[in-house]
């Protein structure tokens, strides 16, 4: 999936750098449990994968409020991600046996 925030085109990456900056803001793990928590795990994806710490949360709400289909798909990707990760875990520990 990629973004476009500030005038940069940014493809989202699922990353531990994600979770780890997620986990510093949040001081909490990610669950997706309500909307603040997926805002802030975007804005996190988004700077893992852009490396430009530049970029506020404030520009992120700002680009939701622009087109709020984003977190749609941002949602929709998450899963898709997230679902594809489980089965090359599930499949590595297969070949493990």
């Not at 085109?9 to 997706?32: C, D, R, V």
């Not at 622009?66 to 489980?86: A, H, K, P, S, Y």
Request: hydrophobic share 40%; aromatic share 8%; with cysteine.
């Amino acid at each position: 999936m990629k973004v476009e925030i500030k005038g940069k085109t940014i493809e989202l990456k699922n990353t531990i750098k994600s979770l780890l900056l997620y986990e510093n803001i949040a001081e909490e793990s990610f669950t997706p449990s309500n909307l603040q928590a997926i805002i802030i795990y975007l804005y996190c994806v988004i700077l893992a994968s852009s490396g430009d710490y530049t970029i506020q949360y404030d520009d992120v709400i700002a680009m939701l409020d622009e087109d709020m289909n984003i977190l749609t798909e941002f949602g929709d990707w998450l899963n898709t991600v997230t679902d594809t990760q489980n089965k090359v875990k599930k499949n590595a520990k297969k070949g493990k046996k």
